[in-house]
């Protein structure tokens, strides 16, 4: 037997402590050192109420043994707060356990919105909120514990519990991802499907069972999972009446029913189904995504195999080795030029590209794009990145890569150095050459380098695609390459400017009239095959959008100071999502990232752009093209007021950061800094965090700051939606009654 294991210095967070499975699970981890918030709201089962009792009742009870707890009765939907209160009483968050939870059975044909909507809030987005709040600390201090609670009715089903059961397994996704995040910051997470006796399941089970089922049989379950000696991440666990067991996924080995020279038809898969079934035989364990694809890429492999062999029977002479049969060889295609190809473009091609990645008229500096007789009529540096394509059109012919498949290409990242300014019109020579193919195990890297020369044969521009090859890792090639342009992590400090720019929910259906014709951006059920809920924008045309805010920003849309830009590609943007660019300078280098602001999710990374003739600014403006939203100018009004009433920024000393929505959608967002000196600028805070959060439609808040709208029926009615420190907002009510007087 080995030591005790105890918690001490541990801090732990049990959401839905207040009696049931979560008391138990509070009382045991106290009772082993650890410091424990008991949150519970205090409502009933179908979720209705609150009351404080509940969870001071549990925090008496662990005092009153020795122990380290305080009293939370927040709603884990307001996840910040929770958290909050492990920060400022203990300093510190190690342990989430997601327990707090609610019924509201009704079979599906009974089942409202509000059964349904309810149950997610609680079980799934609460869950989500609480650890969202948590997780930064976790990753700062390399350390954490996570814990989901899902349940036998989310991993098989169960009558009446539609709603219940999509959330529960919905938990199990979300930990099976969190413990895949974590991971390099020393945060597991785990779920547990628990069994036992509490006030959710006291008239569903028999008396007789429900009495063997005692809560506290669960604890040390829960304990173990929450310590730092146990390496269980990503783990899925029954328990109950002091038993337990680990699941996992099984699959039949599967049959590939797509054979050569013949049609796939519904036939087929019924002819096989049989065989598509049995667990009888041979079956596989899949534990990752990348579990999932290898065992039916090695069937498709197999069966492949074999009817090639079936195929190639009898051909007299064929060979079979790599410089024979072509296949993926990247030795045979390292060094390969392509065939020079020549691009033809007008000024017409030019403007179209700039209105592609949004450039508009109600810009003023923005004309010298667009109207080919303005006397400053120029090029956007980035239109640079559209006449290489055609040059690599050609890669599946280029030996040793005649095999690949072009629906496994992925565009990774992106360089293009401008050796001198585009001419608005001309012809241009682009030579591309495989120069590095590298080796990333879960696929290959190819970095491909297109030079172009213009009609005097002198170089103008220099590109470098990398594309990544999805499967075609693990060829024993090098992982790094010495030609790879390489990204470059911004600083660590706050954006010294920020942008944000609004996209049309038709952008990609413009841009891709510069020459990106993938169904992908225009076709729902195109891009519904590639796992999207729809279209999404090109990488390019995200890649176009926040290039120009660098070059706004920081060279005054002065394209002959461009010299360079490198990016990386993270994640898709959707048409009419906004685009937020958060921009440091060191020195002639303007590092950038890009997310989408409506989710926060980065869109482009460890990017930049080098410029010549740029001095270091001090005092850089944060900048936002006209947004179009009323909002636009009461900040800009509260502005001025602020400037002129620096005991109403004493007053409030704090961060507001207001959601500006239209449609239902956030379409700008603001942020009034009391707290250093008072200013109003486009974008969330630029350091920290805000004490509150507003989101609130225009229209309403246009409203309520001249008057017209009450700030207690505004909030009552849920036209106002807040979180964080909500008096706060009665403080900045003066600044609008300064306002609505103008």
Known sequence: MGEDLRFDGRVALVTGAGGGLGREYALMLASRGASVVVNDLGGDRAGQGKNSAAADQVVNEIRSRGGKAVANYDSVED???????????????????????????????RMSDLDWDLIQRVHLRGSFMVTRAAWPHMKKQKYGRILMTSSAAGLYGNFGQANYSAAKLGLVGLSNTLAREGVKYNIHCNAIAPIAASRLTEDIMPPEIFARLKPDYLAPVVAYLSHEDCEANGGVFECGAGWMSQLRWQRTVGVCCLKPNQPFTPESVRDNWEKICDFEGEVNYPSSTQDSMSYMLESLTDSSSSSDADADAGSAGRGTSDDDAGGFNPSRAIGVKMPAVDF?????????????????????????????????????????????????????????????????????????????????????????????????????????????????????????????????????????????????????????????????????????????????????????????????????????????????????????????????????????????????????????????????????????????????????????????????????????????????????????QYNITKDGKVAGVWTVDLKQGGAVYTGEPKSGKANVTVTISDDDFVALASGTLSPQKAFLSGKVKARGNIMMLQKMAQIFQSYSKL
């Open 344 to 656: 033809n473009y007008t000024s017409r091609d030019v403007i179209l590209y700039a209105l592609g990645v949004g450039v508009s008229t109600r810009q003023p500096d923005h004309l010298k794009f667009l109207f080919e007789l303005n006397e400053e009529f120029c090029v956007l540096p980035t239109y640079g990145v559209i006449p290489v394509f055609p040059a690599m059109g050609g890669l599946t012919s280029v030996p040793g890569l005649e095999s690949i498949d072009v629906t496994k290409i992925l565009h990774g990242e992106q360089y293009l150095e401008i050796l001198k300014p585009l001419p608005t019109a001309g012809t241009l020579k682009n030579q591309a050459e495989i120069v590095d193919i590298v080796d990333k195990k879960s696929g290959a890297l190819i970095i491909i380098n297109v030079n172009s020369y213009d009609e005097r044969d002198e170089l103008v521009m220099v590109n470098q695609n990398v594309v990544f090859l999805v499967g075609a890792g693990g060829f024993g090639g090098k992982r790094t390459s010495p030609h790879l342009k390489e990204t470059v992590k911004a600083p660590s400090r706050a954006p010294d400017a920020s942008m944000q720019e609004k996209t049309s929910v038709d952008q990609a259906a413009l841009y891709r009239l510069s020459g990106d014709y993938n169904p992908l951006h225009i076709d729902p059920s195109f891009a519904a095959m590639g796992g999207f809920s729809q279209p999404i924008l090109h990488g390019l045309c995200s890649f176009g959008h926040a290039a120009r805010h660098v070059l706004k920003q920081y060279a005054g849309n002065d394209v002959t100071k461009f010299k360079a830009i490198k990016v990386r590609f993270s994640k898709p943007v959707i048409p009419g999502q906004t685009i937020q660019t958060d921009m440091w300078q060191e020195g002639s280098r303007i590092h950038f990232e890009s997310k989408v602001a409506e989710t926060g999710q980065v869109c482009i990374s460890g990017a930049y752009v080098d410029l010549d003739g740029v001095t270091q600014q001090s005092d850089v403006v944060t900048e936002q093209p006209s947004s179009g939203l009323k909002a636009e100018m009461v900040f800009s009004a509260v502005s001025g007021i602020i400037d002129s009433s620096p005991d109403l920024v004493k007053k409030v000393n704090g961060v507001i």
């Open 79 to 109: 996840g910040d707060k929770v958290v909050q209160t492990a920060l400022d009483n203990f300093g510190r968050i190690d342990i989430v356990i997601n327990n707090a939870g609610i019924l509201r059975d009704r079979s599906f044909a």
